[in-house]
């Protein structure tokens, strides 16, 4: 079986933007679940509320594959399925390591979306002695002392880091050093890596920070206990409200007097 060192995705060379390798999962998620329903096509319009984005943009997206659909028909869901994941990289073996088996690694290591989805978890690295050889999700954790041996062994271009943020550069240096070339970084910090290494941060207390300002923003904010009460504006003249068309306005003018958020 092709491993990750040998083959990588075809994306950027065919020039296909960021963004839309960023909606490609999202789409290939939407189109997996029909494909277990035996939905045979699917309109752009079905498919993109089901991915979360405008059919205007998917069609956009899909043409950079060269997917282009049939007028009244749509997509061949199974055609798209096997489209999108060569073009991710999925129809291949892409062996991972995790690095740092706390609570998040270890929930990490038994999540069973990898394998089908082209990963495989080809080992579990921590610096805790006591953790090596013990069975996490039915893989025995080695030690970090051991982790350019694993990679090498293993053919590993992708590493996952979930240790501490004191320790996550450290790792990722040595990562790379060993010939990791794509990141995924669970730790709450910034890594530095040079340049042909790329690194997806995935940082869940700034999603709940997200998430908080839009719910501040929904139920609107309120003012605070010391704000002065402000004095109510004094009632403009009728000439104010006259328009230079002569057509008369309501008392706020054209202007509401609170613009919406």
């Not at 790792?171 to 010939?179: E, I, K, M, P, Q």
């Not at 530095?192 to 997806?200: E, H, I, K, L, W």
Request: negative net charge; aromatic residues 4%; contains cysteine.
């Amino acid at each position: 079986m092709a491993t990750g060192r040998t083959h990588r995705p075809a994306t950027r060379s065919r020039g296909i933007p960021e963004a839309t390798v960023a909606r490609l999962p999202l789409y290939l998620r939407a189109l997996t679940a029909l494909s277990e329903r035996s939905v045979p096509t699917v309109s752009s319009e079905e498919l993109a509320a089901a991915a979360g984005v405008n059919s205007a943009k998917l069609r956009k997206d899909f043409s950079y594959l060269g997917s282009y659909g049939t007028r009244g028909v749509g997509y061949d869901v199974e055609y798209l399925v096997y489209q999108i994941s060569r073009e991710l990289g999925l129809t291949q073996d892409w062996p991972v390591v995790i690095v740092g088996i706390g609570n998040l690694g270890a929930a990490l290591a038994g999540y069973g979306g990898f394998a089908s989805r082209g990963f495989r978890v080809a080992a579990l690295i921590d610096a805790d002695p006591a953790m090596t050889g013990k069975p996490v999700a039915g893989i025995p954790v080695q030690h970090s002392d051991d982790l350019e041996k694993i990679i090498a062994e293993d053919g590993v271009s992708i590493g996952v880091i979930a240790t501490p943020a004191g320790v996550a550069q450290a790792v990722c240096d040595r990562l790379v050093a060993a010939g990791v070339t794509s990141i995924l970084n669970f730790a709450p910090t910034v890594l530095s890596v040079p340049d042909g290494v790329d690194v997806r941060k995935v940082d869940l207390s700034i999603e709940l920070q997200i998430l908080a300002f839009h719910e501040q923003r929904k139920a609107g904010e309120e003012p605070g206990e010391d704000a002065a009460p402000q004095a109510a504006a004094p009632a403009a003249p009728p000439a104010a409200r006259t328009t230079a068309q002569g057509g008369r306005k309501g008392p706020d003018g054209d202007v509401p007097a609170v613009m919406p958020a």
